[in-house]
């Protein structure tokens, strides 16, 4: 199972919102180098999380990637005010973080949230 999973429509997102108590969006974009380099640093750190993945495995917790460029996505976009990549928001219960910074301070934010 993949420790990020690339969202494809706002419907998809729907759904999701809807199934999981903790949720992590990656907006990013192809292009982007620090985009890369979080997502790198995300896969890697989260697959050795054992944590992390016990609560993947038992439907807890889902990261989401959201390519900022695909017109699929552009209204889950413009509702999160995505104006710089990469941004992350972490839903966790009723409550809603940005965890923000460079890559590392990013994962460390998320890990402390989740």
Known sequence: MPILNELRSDSDFQNVFNKYNT?????YMPSCGPCKTLTSLLETN???NQNVVNKINNGEL??????VTDP???????KYKV???PSVFVYK???????????EQILNQILRII
């Open 72 to 78: 699929n996505l552009e209204d889950l976009v413009d």
């Open 23 to 27: 949720i992590v969006l990656d907006f």
């Open 46 to 48: 989260l697959m050795n």
């Open 62 to 67: 889902i990261f989401l990637k959201v390519n």
């Open 93 to 103: 219960g009723n409550e809603t973080y940005n965890p923000s910074g460079s890559a």
């Open 83 to 85: 104006n710089s990549v």
